[in-house]
């Protein structure tokens, strides 16, 4: 139980991510860049530092972070909140201003666990999940972090907790059913159907994932799949798109799928490590558009969850 | 939209994924309430709470036309005018009648408890000027400003305790009643007798630094469960012949007892004149509704005033024939305890059991419908939540921020400990649910035992928002009886009649055999005198400030503890030491608490509640005669609890483990605030509020350290741990105090909301808060902000301990509606509760509405006007709760934003 994992959030009673109860770890790196990500800080894959401006009190006083800084990476002009020199921080091992900072507007993201340490904590919130719940792997991708969620997968099995994945699938073949094998419930996201325009939001296609969902299903895999799809506005919201994926279903034998509307929760975290959000205007659904796009997966007989009304 | 929810659960059918509806229950339109409760609602929110004198004046006079007459008697006949006297008022639509005086939400003073406070304002208030705060524990405490409170004089109305608005004409009654109790009132009494303690002073100085607040004369009642068996079993006809039964067989004897046994032929006397009192006051309604009823054109309100007559005359002296004879008769009964002493805490108990035959009966026969009884419910919550307590700010404000915590439970185990749901009880959080009033609370008791719809159905009621049923374990609760009252017999079957007397006081209880519609129900009900009233909210943090400063309150620059003078150099030294300070005041606070309650006892037993308490009656002995079958129930109110053990995580860490301070270090960036500006300085009590000062960077480090010090809530055994070993010594230490009683003393852990002003006293300490924010509140919540590794850990630390080691453990949570969405998430809180309680949590209770609506509602409080929250152990109006309190929920950590 060696194998070292980087992790950015352990969240407990989490319930929007798969049955029952659960506790769900965020694990880093990630195949896909979307350009709406929630989860930016999955992105880089050790430790980083994370600046919440809005939690800062440089105006009532406060600018301890500046002495402690080993690469001179924040500054403060006179009248202004402190500025992080990203580049000059990246370079950071301990993060000294995280420390100090007294209001936690300066935090180091990603803590490193070893399996065994993961799995005393599951083993913690074994009692709590309920008859149904367990842990949800997510984040990021995990199955970035392959070897270090196999060995956390074994022991979850013996110990007989409840395995649940967020995934993009997005990975070679062989690696991803090694991991799918252990898993009892999985999401797995298809942002869109047409590949180039897979590739224009996500960075990838979409050939990969779409041949591992087939080969997930070939492989016998006796889990529970539901897909996933972040639904936005003049992205993936077209009927088109939605009959394409439709068919894909069917021609799959697949028949729950989750549709979530577009929302900007991740926004602040674009900001807080320095990056631009380019979803900071536009891509909202309505209520009336997702009941529409539920309603064509519905005529066709799949079960379309839209947002946490869901069946698990 | 709804064609899509058929469609979806045509297919999840098909597809055998699952049977169950995903909306429903919380988009199940919660059908309106009655129109009479809306009607009188809409009359509620414009109501101020008042004060007014006909009560108090007719206890006064009785009293002392009854001079010489014995104490016992005397009393009753005075209690029993105060009701006999007091004028009814029915509102149109009203269908529950009786209010505690003739106004809705209205209260009298106690002069004959405490009239100090009164005489000393008399000349100020004959001046109509605003009273000043009357001792330091009021003057640090914010009450509401919103709502019905009168912060303020205005018009022809003065302000009282910063809450209750008189009339003029009223004050010079008050003025006049009140000057009758100078030097005699219990509290004149009781001072006059502490003062002959050798160390009297120190007491004194305790309270002066608001280290403990409160006497036990500010409120001697509540606390405790009321029992409606004897008027429901025999009417109040009923038990007047079983006085003069009584009477014959024990007047002038002793019954073997030199001491009290000759006291039992006055009690039954005294009984009867508090039974005459009640019942007149019953007819006093139903003569005024005859009368509203003769005058009335309209012949739908008439025919409810001759309703509301029929009841009344019959209750008045018959025992109860129907389902809303019953619950008026349990109202009747209610008010007239809550009349009888200042109290908060007179807990309904397990209402929706004892009236259960009733609702069987005219349910099966026709009599009334399911729509009916809920809308009495309804009508009941009105009725609860109109009950206001007459104290000084501090109390009113500082305990209880208005709210009188009449608790209802439900759930638990019955006699022969089965599940004693009763489908009453389904219709009583149904009228919660339709009818949202801070009153009565509801209190699950929580049993595996309980069916899951049930259990469901108080989920959905708790995702409302409005902060109740809160959960309580059942399981904990009976073995925490059979602990503490053990040795004064009780057994499996009594410890299955408890539940919650106030806020969350865990109070024996018994079962009693109810003849009905011919059968036997074992109702439960009270059993014990209130179960507080000991030594009153002590400040941990404080205690622990002390031992740093060497006894001295650097706030008030006032020597508090004798000086200690030692250099503590170990942690087992240190805490030794807090120990040590806290016992001189545990000491010394007991004996006079003792007094003040035993001269309580002496010369205003209760009348009302000793006609009703198992078993006064059998013995022929009032409450202050140890008449109750249990009285092992004084206790010791802790407050601040978790901010103490962090403190104690910081300290240990930094000085004595880490090295990395020494005492004194830490001591002066406690007195300097970490480098910040107070509170007391911006008036911002916010926790998470922080502004700089010129020394801030001379501190930051050591700041630093102290918030990064390990903190309960995380699953950390470094603070668990102390936590652990702090109960430990309280569960030995404790019993060492007796009550007056003679009983044993035990842990309760209640903040209330004490832990706003005990926090105002406080400076800053060694966790990271700074000078004069609120303590953690609760008992096992996290300080807030500071429980980082979710809820599951938060648990995983709460239950360190054996929570039946104690009268209780509070937990608050704070939870985002979109966390508990649909049936699905009703499930799923549901699972949350019963996680904790298999863990043996003994109560976790949840505020299920964001801070941003929080936020709104504290700037625009009139939009908000009907908005609740929990606070510690009981709901409340968010604009009539003080802005340190509220500023404290809103930091409270919410769980799975988002």
């Not at chain 1, 350009?35 to 980083?48: I, L």
């Not at chain 2, 013995?619 to 802790?638: A, D, L, M, P």
């Not at chain 2, 004069?772 to 709460?798: M, W």
Request: charged share 20%; proline share 4%.
């Amino acid at each position: 139980m060696a194998a070292i994992g980087h992790i950015f959030d352990i969240q407990s009673f989490s319930v929007h991510d798969g049955p029952g109860c659960r506790t769900t770890v965020f694990l880093t790196g990630c195949p896909l860049q979307c350009r709406w990500c929630a989860n930016p800080e999955s992105w880089v894959y050790g430790k980083h530092l994370m600046f919440a401006q809005t939690s800062c009190k440089w105006d009532k006083g406060c600018d301890v972070c500046l002495s402690v800084c080993p690469s001179g990476a924040i500054t403060m002009a006179p009248g202004q909140p402190p500025q992080v020199d990203w580049d000059k921080c990246r370079g950071c091992t301990d993060f000294p201003c995280t420390t100090i900072c007294p209001n936690r507007a300066l935090k180091q993201c990603v803590k490193v666990y070893t399996s065994g340490q993961l799995l005393d904590i599951l083993r913690r919130d074994f009692s709590s999940w309920g008859s149904n719940g367990g842990v949800t792997f997510s984040g990021g991708d995990p199955i970035t972090q392959h070897d270090f969620l196999l060995e956390v997968l074994e022991g979850c099995r013996k110990l007989g907790i409840h395995t649940a994945i967020e995934t993009s699938a997005c990975f070679p073949t062989q690696t991803f059913l090694d991991v799918m094998e252990y898993i009892d419930f999985a999401f797995i996201d298809v942002k869109h159907m047409d590949s180039a325009a897979h590739k224009a939001g996500t960075g990838v296609g979409n050939e990969g994932i779409l041949g591992n969902i087939r080969a997930l299903k070939e492989s016998g895999w006796s889990g529970r799949l539901v897909l996933r799809q972040p639904t936005i506005h003049g992205y993936n919201d077209s009927v088109e798109n939605a009959k394409a994926l439709i068919a894909f279903m069917e021609e799959v034998g697949l028949y729950e799928i989750n549709l979530l509307k577009f929302h900007r929760l991740g926004q602040t975290k674009w900001e807080q490590l320095g990056k631009r959000y380019a979803y900071a205007a536009g891509g909202e659904m309505t209520d009336e558009a997702m009941a529409a796009l539920q309603a064509l997966y519905l005529d066709a007989g799949i079960a379309c969850y839209v947002g946490h009304q869901t069946a698990f | 939209m709804e064609r899509n929810e058929v469609k979806l659960q045509e297919i999840l059918k098909a597809r055998g994924i699952t049977e169950e509806r995903l909306k429903e229950e919380q988009s199940r339109e919660i059908p309106a309430a009655a129109e009479s409760f809306q009607r009188i609602m809409d009359i509620y929110y414009l109501l101020k709470v008042t004060a007014d004198m006909e009560s108090a004046y007719w206890y006064n006079r009785v009293w002392w036309e009854n001079d010489g007459d014995l104490l016992e008697v005397r009393r009753a006949k005075a209690v029993a005018a105060s009701l006999a006297h007091s004028t009814p008022t029915i509102l149109p639509y009203e269908k529950l009648v009786m209010n505690k005086t003739k106004h809705l939400r209205g209260a009298f003073p106690f002069p004959w408890v405490c009239a100090s406070f009164f005489n000393s304002l008399a000349e100020s208030l004959m001046e109509e000027v605003d009273a000043p705060a009357e001792n330091e524990a009021d003057s640090v405490s914010v009450v509401g400003a919103g709502g019905g409170n009168v912060t303020e004089s205005y018009g022809e109305i003065i302000s009282i305790a910063k809450k209750f608005g008189m009339r003029k004409e009223d004050i010079p009654v008050l003025v006049k009643v009140s000057k009758y109790w100078d030097g005699i009132s219990v509290e004149d009494i009781s001072t006059k007798y502490a003062k002959t303690l050798p160390d009297y002073e120190q007491f004194q100085n305790i309270m002066d630094s608001v280290l403990v607040m409160f006497d036990s004369f500010a409120i001697p009642q509540g606390r405790e469960v009321m029992n409606y068996y004897m008027p429901l079993q025999y009417g109040f006809d009923g038990i007047l012949e079983l006085c003069d039964q009584k009477i014959a067989e024990t007047m002038g004897e002793a019954g073997g007892d030199g001491v009290l046994g000759m006291s039992r032929g006055y009690y039954y006397v005294a009984m009867k004149e508090i039974v005459k009192g009640l019942s007149r006051w019953c007819e006093n309604y139903a003569r005024k509704a005859e009368d509203l009823a003769s005058r009335e054109p309209d012949e739908a309100y008439k025919k409810n005033y001759l309703e509301i007559a029929q009841v009344m005359h019959n209750i008045a002296h018959k025992r109860p024939s129907t389902f809303r004879e019953a619950l008026q008769l349990t109202l009747c009964l209610h008010l007239g305890v809550v009349n009888e002493d200042p109290q908060s805490g007179q807990s309904i108990g397990r209402l929706g059991q004892v009236l259960q035959p009733f609702y069987e009966k005219d349910i099966a026969e026709g009599v009334t419908t399911e729509e009916e009884v809920v809308e009495l419910l309804e009508l009941y919550r009105i009725k609860i939540t109109c009950i206001e307590c007459f104290a000084s700010a501090g109390v009113s404000g500082g305990v209880l921020s208005g709210n009188t915590f009449n608790n209802l439970s439900l759930g638990g185990q019955n006699y022969d400990g089965l599940s004693a749901v009763t489908p009453l009880e389904y219709l009583i959080i149904e009228a919660g649910m339709r009818a949202q009033t801070p009153q009565p609370t509801l209190s699950i008791l929580y049993d595996e035992k309980l069916p899951e719809d049930f259990l469901m159905k108080a989920a959905a009621c708790t995702k409302l928002g409005m902060g109740y049923p809160a959960w309580m374990n059942n399981q904990v609760g009976m073995n925490f009886m059979l602990r503490q009252y053990g040795p004064e017999g009780m057994d499996l079957y009594d410890a299955r009649a408890w539940c919650l007397g106030g806020c969350l006081e865990s109070a024996p209880g018994c079962f009693l055999p109810l003849e009905y519609n011919g059968k036997i129900t074992m109702i439960p009900g009270g059993a014990s005198p209130t179960c507080g009233t000991g030594i009153h909210f002590t400040g941990l943090p404080k205690v622990l400030e002390l031992v740093l400063t060497n006894g001295v309150d650097q706030r008030t620059g006032k020597v508090v503890f004798p000086p200690h003078n030692r250099k503590l150099d170990t942690f087992d030294e240190l805490l030794d030491q807090w120990k040590k300070y806290l016992d001189i005041s545990n000491r010394i606070v007991n004996k006079v608490n003792n007094i003040q309650m035993d001269v309580w006892r002496k010369y205003n037993m209760p009348a009302v509640n000793s006609l009703l308490k198992p078993d006064c009656f059998k013995k022929g002995q009032h409450i202050g005669n140890c008449g109750s079958r249990y009285n092992g129930c004084i206790n010791f109110e802790s407050c601040g609890t978790i901010t103490f053990i962090n403190s104690l995580a910081s300290i240990k860490k930094n000085v004595y483990d880490d090295k990395k301070y020494t005492l004194e270090q830490m001591t002066d960036a406690m007195l300097h605030n970490f480098g910040f500006r107070t509170a007391y300085d911006t008036g911002v009590f916010s926790p998470d509020y922080r502004e700089s000062t010129d020394q801030a960077a001379q501190y930051a480090q050591i700041f630093a350290d102290c918030v990064n010090a390990p903190k309960y809530g995380n699953a950390d055994p470094y603070a668990d741990s102390l936590l652990r070993e702090y109960h430990m010594y309280l569960l030995h230490y404790l019993p060492t105090i007796e009550s007056f009683f003679g009983k044993p003393e035990y842990l309760c852990q209640i903040s209330v909301s004490t832990h706003g002003p005990q926090g105002f006293i406080t400076l800053a300490t060694a966790d990271g808060r700074l000078a004069g924010t609120t303590y953690s509140d609760g008992s096992v919540s996290a300080a807030a902000g500071t429980d980082k590794n979710g809820v599951y850990a938060l648990f995983e630390s709460a239950t360190v301990y054996d929570h039946s080691q104690n009268q209780n453990a509070q937990m608050n949570l704070k939870l985002h509606p979109s966390a508990v969405q649909g049936v699905q998430g009703t499930r799923k809180l549901l699972e949350l509760v019963r996680t904790y309680m298999r863990k043996g949590g003994f109560h976790v209770q949840f505020n299920v509405v964001s801070s941003d609506t929080l936020r709104d509602a504290q700037k625009e409080p009139d939009k908000y006007r009907d908005l609740m929250v929990r606070v510690a152990g009981f709901t409340q109006y968010w604009c009539e709760i003080g802005k340190p309190i509220q500023d404290e929920v809103i930091f409270r950590t919410e769980y799975e934003e988002a």
